[in-house]
């Protein structure tokens, strides 16, 4: 099942920050800022993040810069991009051959917005996401992930930035939108170590898709076409004995319909995703697989949001334990993933609370998270989390482990 960085201050920006952050005296406070002439749009950031489990921790800090503005008329301009360092202690510095401190930089987003009357054209690198049903990813399959950044309650903070074009054009009840990705990626799950992963991404070539989305009163209803390769290569066995193995990455057709019908504060939703020709791992057989999601959001008379949902999927054999899978022939079993999720704004705004659980009822694994940040004045931002995992019948992942996990992260922005 398909799931599924250069220009920054100067040349040695990430250097020089990799020397600031490995300091022991390094430190940073705010400054009073002449508003008169900082630049419209511009953010500076510097966070740290803490995270302790059993088995897993992260220790980073990062270094951001975010600017957007309109460049002239009907442009608008936007960037997006992080220096982070891994400390000795962090569970992806652990995870490599060298077991060492490092440095990563990481454009999220770089994209140059044209518009003109009812559309408008977007290049660059930048995000895609489709379907409607809240954790759920039955037709949400154009953007890959980003496994090396923390989970909270917001998927998005997960995803990887494609540099694709895009297009739009609104009408009186619908929109058109395409997009072309030259060269498509797969999900990260680790930064160093990655030569094979690397070369299974080099060997990729384009993906497109189109969707059509149409507006009634109370009803929308969306369909989508997409070309697309898997977002991770499937290990297949290339003759039984000796047993030779290799990598390969499935492409694709993805057929998607998406529909959301509003009752009052209540809306009901629903993705249907259709995949053709899916290469299956161990076997190197392919075959077609249908995705569904039902799923609701509902905005109490508090402000209280709440959604729910339900995923019926396939799930490759190969992330499942051994003996939990029956029958003789490697392949596919069904999965139904229950999602739940609250958030809640406090304190006039300055307080956000926000919960995500998830249950994949047959392979019996779980998880639970509560987030919570405080904006304590203009500058600083403080967060902290509290997530328990149960992997159940799934085989142990490296970036998903059982047990209780605790973050706290500490923001400046300026």
């Not at 779980?366 to 799934?394: C, K, M, P």
């Amino acid at each position: 099942m398909a799931k599924v960085a250069a220009l920054f201050f100067l040349a040695s920006a990430p250097a020089l920050a990799e020397d600031l952050l490995s300091d022991d005296d390094f430190s940073f406070s705010a400054q009073a800022t002449d508003e008169s002439s900082w630049p419209d749009g511009l953010e500076l950031s510097v966070q740290h993040l803490v995270t302790q489990g059993k088995k897993t921790q992260a220790q980073r800090s990062s270094i951001g810069l975010q600017y957007e503005s309109a460049l002239w008329k009907g442009s608008y301009f936007r960037i997006e991009n992080h220096y982070r360092y891994y400390w000795r202690g962090d569970t992806l510095a652990l995870r490599s051959d060298r077991e060492e401190p490092y440095g990563r930089n990481k454009l999220s987003q770089l994209w140059l917005q044209q518009s003109s009357r009812d559309c408008f054209v977007k290049a660059g690198r930048q995000s895609l996401f489709w379907g409607a049903v809240e954790g759920t990813f039955a037709v949400d399959q154009v953007t890959p992930f980003d496994f090396t950044e923390s989970l909270f309650t917001d998927y998005a903070n997960i995803r990887r930035g494609q540099d694709m074009i895009r297009g739009e054009c609104f009408y009186e009840r619908s929109t058109w939108q395409a997009f072309v990705t030259p060269q498509a990626t797969l999900s990260r799950v680790r930064h160093r170590d990655t030569e094979v992963l690397d070369d299974a991404e080099d060997s990729l070539n384009e993906e497109f898709g189109l969707a059509f989305q149409q507006r009634f009163e109370g009803l929308d209803f969306s369909l989508m076409y997409a070309r697309l390769y898997a977002d991770l290569p499937a290990t297949i066995i290339g003759q039984p004995f000796p047993p030779m193995l290799y990598q390969s990455v499935s492409r694709y057709d993805l057929f998607g319909l998406s529909i959301v019908k509003a009752l009052g504060r209540l809306l009901l939703e629903m993705d249907l995703g259709y995949q053709r020709d899916q290469l299956i791992s161990i076997s190197g057989e392919q075959e077609n697989q249908l995705e569904i999601a039902l799923g609701f959001e509902y905005t109490t008379s508090g402000n209280h949001q709440l959604n729910g949902g339900v995923w019926r999927y396939q799930l490759d054999n190969t992330q499942v334990k051994p003996a939990q899978i029956s029958g003789s022939t490697p392949g596919t079993q069904h999965a139904t993933q229950l999602t739940a999720g609250w958030s809640k704004n406090y304190l006039n705004d300055d307080l956000t609370m926000s919960l995500l659980g998830s249950w994949l009822t047959k392979q019996d694994q779980s998880r639970l998270t509560v987030h919570g940040s405080f904006q304590i004045d203009d500058y600083w931002q403080v967060s902290s989390a509290l997530a328990y995992t149960e992997q159940g019948n799934l085989i142990q992942s490296p970036l998903l482990v059982d047990g209780w996990e605790a973050s706290m992260e500490l923001k400046l922005e300026i």
